[in-house]
């Protein structure tokens, strides 16, 4: 299973952009798809996750971040409204997907897209 993410780029404090990843490969179903983004000197963190309609996001994103997800395309979107310079860190996603031999829940990670938030 391959995840391809974009959307990433450089916005102003306040600004929005929208990440999108797409997902593509052999897998029986996708569980749950998530967003993470990690900070120079930092680790990886969960920014928001979707499993069957659920969603949870970090609190540091609650109400300004929104996940959606799409299953007859096998895409995940974020949409990151009132951006900030804390938010600025390279964003993964990820599927938790069954398939493979043997038959097992796994996990795939995109390859990661920049966003830069300047103040």
């Known amino acids: 299973v391959q995840l391809q993410a974009s959307g990433g780029g450089l916005v102003q404090t306040g600004e929005s952009l929208r990440l999108s990843c797409a997902v593509s490969g052999s897998f029986v179903s996708i569980a749950a798809m998530s967003w993470y983004r990690q900070a120079p000197g930092k680790q990886r963190d969960l920014v928001a996750e979707?499993?069957?309609?659920?969603?949870n996001y970090a609190g540091s994103v609650e109400g300004r971040f929104t996940i959606s997800r799409d299953n007859a395309k096998n895409t995940v979107d974020l949409q990151m409204n009132s951006l900030k310079p804390e938010d600025t860190a390279v964003y993964y996603c990820?599927?938790?997907?069954?398939?493979?031999?043997?038959?097992?829940?796994?996990?795939?990670w995109g390859q990661g897209t920049l966003v830069t938030v300047s103040s």
């Open positions: 979707i499993s069957r309609g659920t969603t």
């Open positions: 990820a599927v938790d997907f069954t398939g493979g031999s043997p038959l097992s829940l796994r996990r795939s």
